[in-house]
């Protein structure tokens, strides 16, 4: 069965730290997103990428960068962790760009503590 | 401007019976979808239901249905006969043209089922 799985479920990290968080899926989809989810916010769109080679910034881009070398994986990268980067962070993908009927699969989180 | 609003922070309803929860929606386009994902307390995002703007029916699937009144701009969630595994946080969300077909959530509902 296709599907999209997130690495590490849980990382602890230091202030000032770079770090990756890995997202990974086997549908084929060109679309794939990151979320960062904080209480009282829903989801918050970080970066967005609709094919190899492409990405977009989403609404709380400032801190991260993703990166597009080939369809299943979109990297998401903190290039110096901050206090306020502590979220669940949520990988998806989607069929259709310009669509507005497909829904999202979604990995299943990372818990990112920055101490 | 919030999109998507769900004015319900938590809700504890009895077990087997009915549940709506609430949302509102903010859009001047004419095409779009909402949607409605489930959170249980694993993490995990689980698609439930999908409602466009043009379909002239609400949409149902299983226990779950969706009340669409376009003039009000409100696509509430009903749950038939809850259950409880229907614990957990539900999340309601939009895909339009003018938000380049992103996803815009709103803030959950948290849903308690009590026996």
């Known amino acids: 069965d296709a599907e999209i799985t997130q690495s590490p479920r849980h990382k602890i990290t230091e202030t000032g730290r770079q770090v990756t968080l890995a997202c990974h899926q086997t549908?084929?989809?060109?679309?794939m997103f990151w979320y960062r989810q904080d209480l009282g916010h829903g989801l918050r769109l970080i970066h967005y990428s609709y094919g190899v080679q492409d990405t977009n910034k989403g609404e709380v881009s400032d801190g991260y960068s993703v990166s597009r070398s080939n369809t299943e994986d979109l990297p998401l990268t903190l290039e110096s962790a901050a206090s306020s980067q502590t979220s669940v962070y949520f990988c998806?993908?989607?069929?259709?760009?310009?669509?507005?009927?497909?829904?999202?699969?979604f990995g299943q989180g990372t818990r990112l503590t920055v101490v | 401007a919030q999109k998507i609003t769900q004015t319900q922070p938590g809700m504890f309803v009895q077990e087997k019976e009915a549940v709506t929860l609430d949302c509102t929606y903010d859009t001047s386009d004419q095409s779009y979808g909402l949607f409605w994902y489930k959170q249980p307390s694993s993490g995990e995002m689980i698609f439930l239901i999908y409602?466009?703007?043009?379909d002239e029916q609400n949409a149902t699937e299983g226990r779950y249905s969706l009340n669409f009144q376009k003039a009000r701009k409100s696509a509430n969630l009903v749950i038939s006969a809850s259950q409880l595994g229907d614990s957990a946080m539900y999340f309601c969300a939009m895909r339009q043209e003018d938000s380049n077909y992103q996803l815009i959530w709103g803030a959950g509902t948290k849903l308690i089922i009590k026996p």
């Open positions: 409602q466009g703007s043009y």
């Open positions: 549908w084929n989809h060109n679309n």
């Open positions: 998806a993908s989607s069929e259709i760009q310009g669509a507005w009927n497909t829904e999202a699969f």
